[in-house]
């Protein structure tokens, strides 16, 4: 329930609203993927980011580009180093939105993020339309391809 702000008015519209976290990551794992996971009251969103490269960590996981087979669909792969990232952050995103559609359950999730963190929110869009009965909405900035045949 920690209230968000961003230091030196980097993000205006979001300090404006009344957004409180519920839950936050850093893998301390192979990908060192981050991110939070934040309610905003104002205008009834919750919303996933996941941070983009910004670690030695993160730019071996952007060159992790084998293609895995996964559970999304029949069929479907993605690049190695996304999915290895979405496997070590989805227990608290997945515990966090839960949680977070417990208490605000009329809410849209909007899962974002930018490069690396941009692929990762491609891969847990499919995964948390599972949880959201509202619907879920991507944005992104500069994500990369995720991998094979996707749906």
Excluded at 65 to 78: K, R
Excluded at 82 to 96: D, M, N, P, T, Y
Aim: glycine share 10%; proline share 2%.
């Amino acid at each position: 329930g920690t209230t968000v702000t961003c230091s030196q008015s980097y993000c205006p519209s979001v300090s404006s609203a009344a957004t409180v976290m519920l839950g936050e990551f850093e893998s301390p794992g192979m990908t060192d993927i981050a991110g939070y996971i934040a309610a905003d009251t104002t205008n009834k969103l919750i919303v996933v980011s996941f941070r983009g490269s910004s670690s030695f960590l993160n730019w071996i996981t952007d060159l992790q580009v084998n293609l895995i087979d996964t559970d999304i669909c029949s069929g479907c792969q993605a690049h190695l180093g996304f999915w290895g990232s979405w496997i070590e952050a989805q227990s608290e995103v997945l515990r966090a939105v839960t949680n977070g559609f417990g208490v605000y359950p009329n809410y849209q999730l909007v899962v974002t993020g930018h490069s690396l963190g941009g692929a990762v929110a491609t891969i847990a869009v499919d995964i948390l339309r599972t949880v959201c009965s509202t619907g879920v909405l991507l944005e992104h900035v500069e994500a990369r391809k995720i991998g094979g045949r996707y749906s």
